[in-house]
């Protein structure tokens, strides 16, 4: 989660989704990445770890075992600028590197590594539908998103929701979402 607002609706979503994984026996964690903290700058040890083969910092090595024991990573996420928060981006940047999420083999070409990891994406836009439609902002984001970042590192995005602001009904919004995500476990 990428939203620092404890009152957002991405909080709530959150919330819901948990709560109905939790009904039909499953375990969630979430990671609260504006609580915890996380840094989202690649830097100079990121950058090392990549060129150089350097060590790979110590909050990426334990965001990488936190995806490693999940089955599932369900991305719950305000859309800032026709896109994820750059808190979300940071963690991706830094968390789906090469040799971990995917390797650069010479004969092979790239070679996806989170076959294993499904994935679930649900944006919160402050935009209606239309406006995502007319300029193409939705066609946009699923390039960049599901097939730029996850289908290069071969976790397959089994939900996408986008989720506006001219829904029939808000307060059902949490709850709608969570079902989507629940009735395609696998």
Not at 97 to 122: M, P, R
Request: charged share 20%.
């Amino acid at each position: 989660m990428a939203h620092p607002a404890a009152a957002s609706l991405t909080r709530a979503v959150t919330a819901a989704i948990v709560q109905a994984l939790e009904a039909v026996r499953h375990t969630a964690q979430i990671a609260d990445l504006a609580r915890e903290g996380f840094n989202p700058i690649f830097g100079p040890a990121d950058h090392a770890a990549y060129a150089a083969g350097g060590p790979t910092p110590d909050d990426v090595l334990r965001e990488q075992r936190r995806i490693d024991r999940a089955d599932h990573l369900i991305l719950v996420y305000p859309v800032y600028w026709w896109s994820m928060p750059a808190l979300l981006k940071g963690w991706i940047d830094r968390v789906f590197v090469s040799g971990w999420a995917f390797d650069e083999d010479a004969e092979l070409g790239i070679v996806k590594k989170l076959d294993q990891l499904k994935v679930h994406l649900v944006a919160l836009g402050g935009a209606d539908k239309a406006t995502y439609a007319r300029r193409g902002y939705r066609q946009a984001m699923q390039t960049q998103i599901e097939h730029g970042i996850f289908d290069f590192c071969g976790a397959p995005v089994v939900t996408s929701q986008l989720i506006t602001t001219n829904h029939p009904d808000a307060a059902a919004l949490p709850l709608e979402a969570a079902q989507s995500i629940t009735r395609r476990l696998s």
